[in-house]
């Protein structure tokens, strides 16, 4: 299936259209129709998920008119050593399967009630 881009992806500004393609239930793959890079999915069910509000404006450009018609995803950075994996839950992505569009959301953490975490995140 390909998503429209209309909010950017964080790395990947240029590209305007993502082909998404499943690996198994937790895993999935987007792949850069005009580059071809690919970026790997967590589903958003595969973990504990945090509730979040989507900003009117996000929703309006997604055109998200129900819940049930949006997916979430995780950026996965798979590293060669297993423990040096991360991912980004913070800044998910959200795919509208109905309009066929998607964007990339920044979570806030002090609307998360999550700001402590600031102390202990680094800084670059």
């Not at 690919?38 to 129900?66: C, H, Q, W, Y």
Request: net charge negative.
């Amino acid at each position: 299936m390909k998503f429209e881009v209309v909010t950017p992806i964080d790395g990947f500004e240029k590209e305007i259209e993502f082909e998404l393609s499943k690996l198994d239930d937790f895993f999935f793959m987007i792949k850069g129709v005009e580059t071809g890079e690919t970026i790997r999915l967590m589903n958003f069910g595969a973990l504990k998920s945090l509730e979040f509000e989507l900003p009117e404006d996000f929703v309006s450009k997604l055109e998200i008119e129900r819940i049930e018609d949006i997916s979430i995803f995780y950026i996965f950075v798979l590293q060669t050593t297993t423990s040096d994996s991360s991912m980004n839950i913070f800044a998910p992505l959200i795919m509208n399967n109905k309009s066929m569009k998607m964007g990339q959301i920044h979570l806030d953490l002090e609307e998360l009630g999550l700001d402590s975490l600031n102390d202990i995140l680094p800084k670059f």
